[in-house]
């Protein structure tokens, strides 16, 4: 089979996806790298030949692969994930109303783009975790505990948004999950807002509850490589961020698992609804 990866320059030595692109030619499979916003693309013949059985992506949220992704799917070719099920992600707050349509278990969110905006949410709801509605990687996530403190935020440089969300009490981890294909794994690592804690990051059990969690995300947003942060707060597990296409560190065997899932998603398609049912727009679940 012969693949196209979207692979920042952020990514070029990241074992995910550079492994996975090792294995699959290792196995015979012809892969090519481009290089979006670096190379120079020939869009024509890239996205209207027609070539590649499959275009799998690994960019920063705010990268220009997504769009090329978006045309390819446009002229009906595959993509890992479905490009229909990417961008819903990446813009957090979009994610949050999808969620909450849903019945997922995520915090309250408000977005805005001016940061002193935040300072209208009742104090109750105090300590806020503030971050860039396109963010990623953890990069600039603050743990506001008053609204003195927004002075302390700045505004994205872009123009795009920043959400808040309050903070969940927990233990100072991060349960990430991971699904590759329909096998889903969990890993702990110390939480980027508890610095003080000794970094840790190690393979846990994964709790059933949270499991049907992740489970309902990959239906929800029509995700088949994802991973999902969760806070196990006093209430239950939170979900409080998700991502296309993750690092699965830490995850067993992760680099032949992720090349097989796009293999096999590039034979049979991917786990998005049947046609004509978009999961962004479906009836919320019944309350339980």
Not at 120 to 137: E, F, H, M, Q, T
Not at 202 to 229: K, N, S, W
Request: hydrophobic content about 45%.
């Amino acid at each position: 089979m012969r693949f196209c990866f979207l692979v920042e320059e952020h990514y070029r030595n990241d074992g995910m996806p550079m492994a996975v692109v090792h294995q699959l030619r290792s196995a015979g499979h012809r892969v090519d790298v481009l290089r979006p916003g670096a190379d120079l693309l020939d869009l024509a013949r890239l996205v209207r030949s027609g070539k590649h059985d499959a275009w799998v992506l690994k960019t920063v949220s705010g990268g220009p692969g997504l769009g090329l992704l978006e045309s390819a799917a446009a002229a009906g070719l595959t993509t890992v994930n479905d490009a229909r099920a990417i961008r819903p992600v990446r813009d957090k707050a979009q994610a949050a109303v999808v969620a909450a349509l849903h019945g997922l278990p995520m915090p309250r969110t408000w977005a805005a783009a001016d940061p002193a905006a935040f300072a209208a949410i009742p104090g109750k709801r105090y300590p806020l975790v503030v971050k860039p509605a396109d963010g990623s990687s953890g990069r600039a996530v603050h743990l506001v505990r008053n609204p003195s403190q927004l002075a302390g935020v700045t505004a994205p440089a872009d123009g795009g948004l920043l959400i808040a969300q309050p903070y969940v009490a927990n233990d100072g981890l991060d349960l990430k999950v991971y699904c590759a294909g329909g096998e889903f794994f969990a890993t702990q690592r110390t939480s980027p807002l508890h610095p003080h804690r000794p970094a840790t990051e190690r393979p846990v059990p994964l709790p059933r509850e949270v499991a049907a969690i992740a489970a309902q995300v990959g239906e929800v947003f029509g995700l088949d490589l994802y991973g999902l942060d969760v806070l196990l707060g006093p209430d239950g597990p939170v979900v409080v961020d998700i991502n296309d296409f993750p690092s699965f560190r830490q995850v067993p065997r992760a680099v032949q698992r992720v090349a097989d899932a796009v293999v096999r998603l590039a034979r049979t398609g991917s786990s998005w609804p049947t046609p004509g049912a978009d999961p962004l727009l479906a009836p919320a679940p019944a309350a339980r």
